[in-house]
């Protein structure tokens, strides 16, 4: 099973800077798209940013003009820098890695990472 390891999060403050990476092991015989989450406390876990298979940048509409979401060509690597950060922007994020194909045997359909916490005062 693929492994995904988060780095980057912290504490900064309104209208500050974070750069959040995400490092999946190697993939084997499957082989996965890589996206952001985030959840707050009290709400759901919700979507923040993917590249797509086309090389398009997804961004939820509440980040969109202030996060940038890039991979490697590989696409085992996935970061995202934020920018203007807002306190609504304070959760977990998560790298979730979720299941394009396999070239052959099983392979785990959805793969979270561990989070990393973003704390954003005011």
């Known amino acids: 099973q693929v492994d995904l390891v988060e780095s980057g999060g912290g504490s900064v403050q309104s209208g500050g800077s974070l750069r959040l990476s995400c490092a999946a092991s190697?993939?084997?015989?499957?082989?996965?798209?890589l996206s952001w989450y985030r959840q707050a406390p009290g709400w759901e876990r919700a979507f923040v940013s993917r590249?797509?298979?086309?090389?398009?940048?997804t961004y939820a509409d509440s980040v969109k003009g202030r996060f940038g979401v890039s991979r490697d060509d590989v696409g085992d690597t996935l970061d995202m820098e934020m920018n203007n950060m807002r306190s609504e922007d304070t959760a977990m994020y998560y790298c979730?890695?979720?299941?394009?194909?396999?070239?052959?045997?099983?392979?785990?359909?959805?793969?979270w990472g561990q989070g990393t916490q973003v704390t954003v005062s005011s």
């Open positions: 979730q890695a979720q299941l394009l194909f396999s070239i052959f045997g099983s392979c785990t359909s959805v793969v």
């Open positions: 190697e993939y084997g015989a499957c082989r996965y798209q």
């Open positions: 590249v797509e298979l086309d090389g398009r940048a």
